[in-house]
């Protein structure tokens, strides 16, 4: 039987946010990270839904919306998230919440606080829209793998948890699909009573 039949297809957004790159002054590397890394780290057959926007509240926001409405059960966006007059992203994205998610911002700055001290600067924001749930990456490609996979020693054993661990728990609790982490990439956490028994 194929992999597409035994796990559930799920359509995430990617949005990466900045005046640069969406005029073509730069290379995007946010969109190419969140689908290298998404690939890797789910068995599940995905479908993206990629933009690359301009830092302005109401076209973030619309954009949010829009994902949201299309579909997607995750929506991951990258940038804006700092304290320059030009980063809007979590205004935009608490602007659109129907729930607030707190504890993924607060563990995306501890775990970039294990690297730069300006990590208390940081100011994303999870929250929940309808059954999708929307989270606030940093901005360079290395940090975004970091706080999704969290930190390993050079053994591989985990010594902070990254957010992912906990995103499909949160999607099976707001009615999305079942998502399937691999467990050598980022190794989701659900109780007992909520893991599925695989069918083969």
Known sequence: MS???LHDAV????VSISDRA??????????PALQDWLTRAL??????????IPDEQAGISATLIELVDAGCSLVLTTGGTGPALRDVTP??????????????GEQMRQISLKFVPTAILSRQVAVVRGQSLIINLPGQPKAIAETLEGLKDADGKQIVPGIFAAVPYCIDLIG???LETRDEVC????PKNAIRVPTA
Do not use: C, Q, W
């Open 11 to 14: 359509k995430i957004g990617i």
């Open 3 to 5: 992999e597409a039949v």
């Open 91 to 104: 205004e935009a994205t608490l602007a659109v919440a129907h729930k607030e998610m707190p504890g993924f």
């Open 187 to 190: 190794k989701a956490f659900r």
């Open 22 to 31: 969406s005029t073509g002054v730069y290379e995007d590397k946010g969109l």
């Open 176 to 178: 999305g699909p079942y």
């Open 43 to 52: 068995h599940n057959p995905i479908t993206f839904e990629p933009r690359l």
